[in-house]
């Protein structure tokens, strides 16, 4: 199956279970390397995020335990996934997904690093703050909201709204010191504020009763800044 085909069946499929509000989506940059920075519910968010946003290239980390199902690893890599071991660094997951921002690639992340289930955010994980750091690109939050009752609705055969919100873009100013493990959280935590902001009260979770003071750790980029920005090249440093 080309990934054209796939592409248009994923969409349909996904049309057909959901009632996709997709507006938000103008706001993602036409080109220019980008971390998009995501919450996680479920499994549907990856074939619609994947299909609105083409023809951008698009990619992201996925469980490497899933590589044992031929199906998901063939429909995973086809969606430009880059497996990723759980629970320790991963070194080789990281270049990866530098090389991919280095060719101008949306590189999608849940920091959450876990599906939800049930739409609240829970903690974030760090590993976003070593990437943004390490390339220099610019990072946008989406968040999605309503799916979680995507299979209940499918069994009463009633379409699941599916809502997608769109932040202001951002980069992480550099770090006065080497970024250790509290340094990370708390930039990790402030990027989950973003995404928080931009969900109903009921889905904010773990960031719910978070400050929403100016963030110490996020520079923003101004609207008239945007277009040179995403133009732009990330750094040249290696992982």
């Known amino acids: ?113 876990t599906r939800s289930k049930d739409g609240r955010l829970r903690r974030g994980h760090a590993g976003v703050v070593l990437l943004a750091l390490e390339t220099g690109a610019p990072v946008l939050p989406l968040a999605f909201w309503g799916s979680e009752n995507w299979q209940r609705n499918l069994k009463r055969l009633r379409r699941t709204p599916f809502e997608i919100a769109v932040g202001q873009p951002f980069r992480i100013k550099p770090a006065p010191h080497i970024p250790d493990r509290a340094y990370r959280q708390a930039v990790v935590d402030e990027i989950m504020v973003q995404l928080a902001e931009l969900l109903p009260p009921e889905y904010r979770g773990e960031y719910a009763d978070a400050p929403t003071d100016a963030p110490l750790y996020l520079e923003f980029i101004p609207a008239d800044r945007q277009a040179s920005s995403n133009a732009g090249q990330i750094s040249d440093r290696t992982v």
Request: hydrophobic share 45%; with cysteine; proline share 7%.
């Open 1 to 113: 199956m080309s990934h054209w085909i796939l592409v248009r069946f994923l969409r349909l499929l996904t049309t057909i279970l959901c009632r996709i509000d997709a507006r938000a989506l103008c706001r993602v940059p036409n080109s220019g390397p980008l971390i998009l920075v995501t919450n996680h519910i479920n499994i549907l968010e990856i074939p619609v995020l994947y299909t609105h946003l083409q023809p951008r290239p698009i990619s992201g980390y996925f469980a490497a335990y899933r590589m044992k199902n031929l199906w998901l690893r063939w429909l995973l890599t086809t969606f430009g996934g880059i497996p990723v071991e759980r629970g320790r660094p991963d070194r080789s997951a990281m270049r990866q997904a530098v090389e991919r921002l280095r060719q101008g690639d949306i590189f999608a992340l849940a920091p959450e690093g």
